[in-house]
């Protein structure tokens, strides 16, 4: 399986999610970080967070989801959503089989704006999960504050400075700024105006 990672807009997109099970619960609460247009799919289940359809899945349930999740606990019952989510061209990931996933959930770590996602391809989740604890213990505590202002600054200095390389240029000297500081916007401000003159 070759996997690009891309982001994609999923304002409006329905997530179906077929299981009620522990696995099912895990990628109800990921998801959940992003959007709670999502509904579950399962006889038997305690999740209570999210709209929920207690029966077994039919073949309507595909049609009417954006995206699918097999989460059963039945590789059979899995395999036949994988089918016809093929049939029909749904996006589908089912769990613990990579070869049965046209999308994967990687490891995440969501803070404000800034979100990263870690994969290995299905091979070891758990080094996808070290390597998330890692890098997101790494992270500065006022990143979501940096990016904030960032963003703001960025949205600025298309106005006030033409030249695209200028631009680059104050973006890279206020990121270390507000790296060092987050409340550094005094120095970014004689950043801004050293290239002004």
């Known amino acids: 399986m070759t996997l690009f990672p891309f982001f994609e807009d999923i304002d409006g997109k329905r997530f179906v999610v077929i299981g009620g099970g522990k696995v099912a619960k895990g990628k109800v609460r990921r998801l959940l ?70 999308f994967i959930f990687p490891s995440l770590i969501k803070r404000g704006e800034l979100v990263v996602g870690i994969s290995t391809t299905g091979k070891s989740p758990a080094l996808s999960k070290k390597l998330r604890q890692q890098f997101e213990s790494g992270l500065d505590g006022d990143i979501e504050k940096v990016l904030d202002k960032m963003g703001l600054l960025r949205l600025r200095l298309k106005e ?28 970014v401000e004689k950043i801004i105006t050293e290239y002004k003159k």
Do not use: M, W
């Open 33 to 102: 970080l992003f959007t709670d247009n999502i509904t579950v799919i399962s006889e038997n289940t305690d999740i209570d967070f999210v709209p929920v359809i207690k029966r077994s899945f039919t073949e309507s349930d595909i049609l009417s989801g954006d995206y699918i999740i097999a989460a059963t606990d039945s590789e059979e019952t899995n395999g036949r959503i994988f089918a016809l989510c093929k049939k029909y061209r749904k996006p589908v990931n089912t769990v613990d089989d990579p070869e049965k996933c046209t």
């Open 160 to 187: 006030l400075v033409p030249d695209q390389k200028t631009r680059s240029e104050i973006l890279k000297r206020a990121l270390n700024c507000y790296l060092e500081n987050s409340d550094n916007d005094l120095s």
